[in-house]
């Protein structure tokens, strides 16, 4: 059940070169499953289209693992999506609930020795309403080092319930408490922490909670993640307004196909709403 470490895994697909000619100021990845190319492609269209910020250098990547059934099937689908896009990333771990840890530390990887001069690591869930211009504009310049933000979690306790998607084990994590950490749907690394958390996270037992590892890294390396502004990085579900949305950072519960739906109502929301 628990996600064994045994570094290295090896990249299926790998994009060495998007960072080669360019210093971006931000990577986003994208946190997907192997067969949803639809919810890609949706994402592409809307909150992961690399030129979204004008003037803002935005390299997108899809983080995939290896399908536990259909791994031979989807073979020549992600060869052809890659051929097209060159966004994908994976690695031959098996792509489950409980390596969702790995799937974050394979983008941090790739990060850490392709793309080490970005200002900023955004790492977000598919299921997310993102409005990177507003994250960009509001929280991120100038940019800033040793520094995490998203939604706060503070003094949770592990489950110790064998039968809960989330149970640890005293094994795993002996602590009553957890570090604080940034909820999973979406956070923001410095570029310096994006790598710092990579190389510790070798020295830590990885678990299953990518979130709350995180959080465990972070402080290993004795930093605390900022809370965002409050209501900025909204865990629930909110109703769509174009105007409200455009001043939040992320919406969770939101799946791709209802984004591309929403999409063309949100743009231009920020010039007519800020007036």
Known sequence: MWPPYPYPYRFLHNQPHKCRDRTPFLVLLVVTEPGDTAGRNAIRQTWGNESLVPGVSIVRLFLIGVHPVFAQELRPVLEEETLLYHDILQQDFLDTYNNLTLKTLMGLEWVSKHCPNASYVVK?????????????????????????????????????????????????????????YCGGPTYVLSGDVAQKVYGVAQTLPVM?????????????????????????YNMVRLQFERCRFSR???????????????????????????R
């Open 124 to 180: 977000a869930d598919r299921d997310v309403f993102l409005n990177l211009a507003y994250l960009v504009r509001q929280f991120l310049v100038p940019p800033k080092t040793n520094f995490m933000t998203g939604h706060l979690y503070q003094n949770t306790a592990p489950l110790r319930n064998k039968g809960s998607k989330w149970y640890v084990p005293h094994e795993v994590y002996p602590n009553k408490t957890y570090p604080p």
């Open 208 to 232: 299953n909670m990518e979130d709350v590892f995180m959080g465990i890294c972070l402080h290993a390396l004795g930093l605390s993640p900022t809370a965002g502004p409050w209501g900025v």
């Open 248 to 274: 939040l950072v992320m919406v969770h519960h939101y799946q791709p196909q209802e984004v591309l739906r929403i999409w063309p109502r949100f743009q231009g929301a920020p010039a007519m709403c800020h």
